[in-house]
T-cell receptor, first 112, second 113 residues
Framework: QQQVKQSPQSLIVQKGGISIINCAYE??????FPWYQQFPGKGPALLIA?????SEKKEGRFTISFNKSAKQFSLHIMDSQPGDSATYFC???????????FGTGTRLKVLA | NAGVTQTPKFQVLKTGQSMTLQCAQD?????MYWYRQDPGMGLRLIYY???????DKGEVPNGYNVSRLNKREFSLRLESAAPSQTSVYFC????????????FGDGTRLSIL
């Protein structure tokens, strides 16, 4: 079964701290790993994405680390801000299809 | 820059009523998707359409039907609504090139009494 397991379910971080969200998968037939950010009342919006041939990708304060052998990838938010408070979803694109598998989400709260 | 537009934004139905959720995208994307989002369960795929004229079942298709009206529009129909279908429904679209992200609408919040 194709699954992406996401942890933690919720996370509280102080302003300026580092937020880390982890995802793991079992099926190797994934070829693209995006992270989405969702604010209340809105749809998920693409935050950052990585391909499995890259071990790390950084965009501003957001970094994806990808460990292909361990089948794990994580999102790091540096210098976390209250405006980063949202729900974050990892996802994986199933090779050869148009389908994505989503993690169950992490609710992040950054305290001012 | 509309992107993906969903209507309505909110709806309350009684058990057994029918309803169609509408979705339109203006990005000339080939594939379109319907998801439901429930607390603690992430986004679950109901149906998707890889291209105009094709539709396929996702993870949770029971109780739903879809229509890919044209390249822009993809509708989701509940024929006989049940309380278990109370959820937030999201439509998404994606371009044809591999490794492209999905773009989401802002959702339809549906309550079934």
């Amino acid at each position: 079964q194709q699954q992406v397991k996401q942890s933690p379910q919720s996370l509280i971080v102080q302003k300026g701290g580092i937020s880390i969200i982890n995802c793991a998968y079992e099926n190797t037939a994934f070829d693209y790993f995006p992270w989405y950010q969702q604010f209340p009342g809105k749809g998920p919006a693409l935050l950052i994405a990585i391909r499995p041939d890259v071990s790390e990708k950084k965009e501003g304060r957001f970094t994806i680390s990808f460990n292909k052998s361990a089948k794990q990838f994580s999102l790091h938010i540096m210098d976390s801000q209250p405006g980063d408070s949202a729900t974050y979803f990892c996802a994986a694109s199933v090779s050869g299809t148009y389908k994505y598998i989503f993690g169950t989400g992490t609710r992040l709260k950054v305290l001012a | 820059n509309a992107g993906v537009t969903q209507t309505p934004k909110f709806q309350v139905l009684k058990t057994g009523q029918s309803m169609t959720l509408q979705c339109a995208q203006d990005m000339n994307h080939n594939s379109m998707y319907w998801y439901r989002q429930d607390p603690g369960m992430g986004l679950r795929l109901i149906y998707y359409s890889a291209s105009e004229g094709t539709t396929d079942k996702g993870e949770v298709p029971n109780g739903y039907n879809v229509s890919r009206l044209n390249k822009r529009e993809f509708s989701l129909r509940l024929e006989s609504a049940a309380p278990s279908q109370t959820s937030v429904y999201f439509c998404a679209s994606r371009g044809v090139i591999n490794n492209q992200p999905q773009h989401f609408g802002d959702g339809t919040r549906l309550s079934i009494l």
